[in-house]
């Protein structure tokens, strides 16, 4: 009797294979967002941003939102704007510098990071401007009034694009986008920039290991 429940037990036994790398790349993966990534840049050409009252257009404007952290005090407003500038843009590619977004969109406060993202969006080998990319970099915008805080976000943009252009030949940014590459093989929309971009996202400096 006693051996019978015992091979009745092993039979229940629950066997798996855990696969650790497809688990870690797999929790890496959502915590980036890069699938909504892909969406956003499969499809930003095949919507047409200001028409809110179209279910494709919700869709991307909804992932858009939820991958760029997307939110104003004054939303409704806002967000009518932005789209609004994002299509003209998207007709305007040639002329769509970050200097121009950001003066577009800056009804009442400075909007510099969501500027980068719009001209990333269009313009993928231009990079992101928020708050780690800013820490990490020791990049900081200054001033009290509406232009004294415009024109200190272009000075920081153009300081990141240098550090870009200065960055990405080094062997340590190739390391890097090979680790990219081989972690994320199957993205194939995302370039160098971007991976970059990825990185510096989920990295915190260490101030005490980084003092010169």
């Known amino acids: 009797m006693e051996r019978n429940e015992t091979k009745k037990m092993k039979d229940r036994e629950i066997k798996i294979e855990i696969d650790g790398h497809q688990s870690f790349k797999d929790m890496l993966e959502k915590f980036l967002g890069l699938k909504n990534y892909q969406y956003i840049m499969e499809n930003v050409h095949k919507v047409n941003m200001s028409d809110a009252n179209n279910e494709d257009t919700r869709q991307f404007r909804t992932t858009y939102n939820r991958f760029y952290n997307v939110r104003h005090k004054n939303w409704k407003v806002w967000r009518e704007n932005y789209y609004q500038v994002f299509e003209k843009m998207k007709h305007e590619e040639n002329n769509a510098t970050f200097e121009r977004i950001l003066n577009e969109i800056s009804i009442e406060t400075v909007d510099a990071s969501f500027a980068s993202k719009m001209l990333a969006t269009l313009k993928p080998n231009k990079p992101i401007l928020d708050s780690r990319v800013l820490n990490n ?8 009034t509406k232009q004294e805080k415009i024109k200190s976000s272009i000075e920081a943009y153009k300081k990141i694009e240098a550090f870009y252009n200065t960055y990405l030949p080094t062997e340590d940014a190739k390391k890097n986008i090979a680790l990219f590459n081989q972690i994320f093989s199957d993205y194939l929309l ?12 989920g990295y915190k400096k260490n101030s005490s290991t980084n003092k010169k």
């Open 137 to 144: 970099l020791d990049i900081t915008i200054k001033g009290n």
């Open 190 to 201: 995302i370039n160098d920039t971007k991976k970059i971009d990825f990185i510096i996202w």
